[in-house]
């Protein structure tokens, strides 16, 4: 499974950025998908997780009413809408797909295959 995530860049703060994460080379309906994030000098964080079916969403609470994460099984891509966003958002943003599991996930650990990473600046 390889998953290419895009729609990083520079915004303001207030700004908003999609990003995409398209995956590869496996049955993407299935997986239960997340994205997460690292700051500079920072461990990963969860920020957002979606079911295999798009029903069932979680978010962190840092992001909660200002990112929505979504997902389009016909374009095998999720997709994470940032709203609103704050300087204390920027870092590399990761999506995540775990192979087997009917709900979302919150664990880095439960994941199987990682993106390489998209770069969010907000400059205040």
């Known amino acids: 499974v390889q998953l290419v995530e895009s729609g990083g860049g520079l915004v303001q703060a207030g700004g908003s950025l999609r990003l995409a994460c398209a995956a590869s080379?496996?049955?993407?309906?299935?997986?239960?998908m997340g994205w997460f994030r690292q700051a500079p000098g920072k461990e990963r964080e969860f920020v957002a997780a979606i079911n295999w079916t798009g029903g069932r969403t979680y978010h962190a609470d840092s992001v909660k009413g200002r990112f929505t994460i979504s997902r389009d099984n016909a374009r095998n891509t999720v997709y994470l809408q940032m709203n609103s966003l704050k300087p204390e958002d920027t870092a590399v943003y990761y999506c995540?797909?775990?192979?087997?599991?009917?709900?979302?996930?919150?664990?880095?650990?439960?994941?199987?295959?990682w993106g390489q990473g998209t770069q969010v600046t907000v400059s205040s």
């Open positions: 995540a797909a775990k192979i087997l599991g009917g709900n979302y996930y919150y664990r880095d650990s439960e994941y199987d295959y």
């Open positions: 080379g496996g049955t993407f309906s299935m997986y239960p």
